[in-house]
């Protein structure tokens, strides 16, 4: 599962979910299904494109187990001052199970923001939306690793 992840973004491997979608917004996804061996070597300080340029950072990259991706609602990197400074992270956990497969554990948050009513707005309306998406994104990704 890692290649796949490892190759996540805009103008890269996508994001394995419903590309007409995310289109129909303007995002310009389009997910590979092949693994692009040189977008393999994610490293923190990568910036990983939602659309055009911006998008969320490679905080931790520890192949095969764990990515980590960290950003604010303005695109630019966070800082080490402080929490206030990163709108939301991704984690991407991969590890054994007790099977001998792989597991895959996937969590996102979104940092309250400014103005109020557009928390309300994310969580009642973008909320459902991203649930469907990421829901998608972990049944491709596993359709994918297990083709292979």
Same mark, same amino acid.
């Given at each position: 599962?890692?290649?796949?992840?490892?190759?996540?973004?805009?103008?890269?491997?996508?994001?394995?979910?419903?590309?007409?979608?995310?289109?129909?917004?303007?995002?310009?996804?389009?997910?590979?299904?092949?693994?692009?061996?040189?977008?393999?070597?994610?490293?923190?300080?990568?910036?990983? *494109?939602?659309?055009?340029?911006?998008? %969320?950072?490679?905080?931790?990259? &520890? $192949?095969? +187990?764990?990515?980590?991706?960290?950003?604010?609602?303005?695109?630019?990197?966070?800082?080490?001052?402080?929490?206030?400074?990163?709108?939301?992270?991704?984690?991407?956990?991969?590890?054994?199970?007790?099977?001998?497969?792989?597991?895959?554990?996937?969590?996102?948050?979104?940092?309250?923001? *400014?103005?109020?009513?557009?928390?309300? %707005?994310?969580?009642?309306?973008? &909320? $459902?939306? +991203?649930?469907?998406?990421?829901?998608?994104?972990?049944?491709?990704?596993?359709?994918?690793?297990?083709?292979?």
């Amino acid at each position: 599962m890692w290649p796949w992840l490892a190759q996540i973004g805009q103008g890269r491997g996508g994001f394995y979910s419903y590309d007409w979608l995310e289109n129909l917004a303007g995002l310009d996804i389009h997910s590979s299904d092949k693994i692009i061996p040189e977008l393999q070597n994610i490293k923190p300080g990568d910036l990983i *494109p939602f659309w055009h340029g911006a998008g %969320v950072n490679v905080v931790v990259a &520890e $192949p095969p +187990h764990l990515l980590v991706f960290a950003g604010t609602i303005n695109g630019s990197k966070g800082d080490a001052a402080g929490a206030e400074t990163v709108g939301g992270t991704w984690v991407f956990a991969l590890g054994e199970s007790k099977t001998q497969v792989t597991r895959m554990v996937v969590r996102s948050r979104v940092a309250n923001f *400014p103005p109020v009513w557009l928390n309300i %707005v994310f969580m009642f309306m973008l &909320e $459902p939306v +991203h649930f469907f998406m990421k829901h998608k994104m972990l049944r491709r990704i596993k359709e994918q690793a297990e083709r292979e």
